[in-house]
Nanobody, 126 residues
Framework: EVQLQASGGGLVQAGGSLGLSCTAS????????IGWFRQAPGKDPEGVSC????????HYRNSVKGRFTISSDNAKNTVYLEMNSLQPEDTAVYYC???????????????????WGQGTLVTVSS
């Protein structure tokens, strides 16, 4: 059984930082890309970032480039999302997800991964 366990959300002031973690079980990073989506109230889910641990290829949506960094620790089957300079518009429930190896930009656009983790709420106050 594949499980994706996300953690690390919370409340932070604008300009602050948070880190999210996604620990996967039941799958190998050799076979999947791992990424993050977010959904703000009343809005559709949007792809935030993705990483292919096989080649370290990463992708970020334009609004988070330069502020967010995705990384992976294959030994721990864990993907991290470091979020800096957070803004109120980053407020959302963040979900990690996994999909059989695919280009990360396509992963983010399709929004139809093979597996979803539970969400973790990130709230950025102004």
């Amino acid at each position: 059984e594949v499980q994706l366990q996300a953690s690390g959300g919370g409340l932070v002031q604008a300009g602050g930082s948070l880190g999210l973690s996604c620990t996967a079980s039941g799958l190998s990073f050799d076979d999947y890309v791992i990424g993050w989506f977010r959904q703000a109230p009343g809005k559709d889910p949007e792809g935030v970032s993705c990483i292919n641990s096989n080649n370290n290829n990463t992708h970020y949506r334009n609004s988070v480039k330069g502020r967010f960094t995705i990384s992976s620790d294959n030994a721990k089957n864990t993907v991290y999302l470091e979020m800096n300079s957070l803004q109120p518009e980053d407020t959302a429930v963040y979900y990690c997800a996994a999909e059989t190896v695919i280009r990360c930009d396509i992963f983010s656009i399709k929004r139809d991964p093979d597996y979803w983790g539970q969400g973790t709420l990130v709230t950025v106050s102004s």
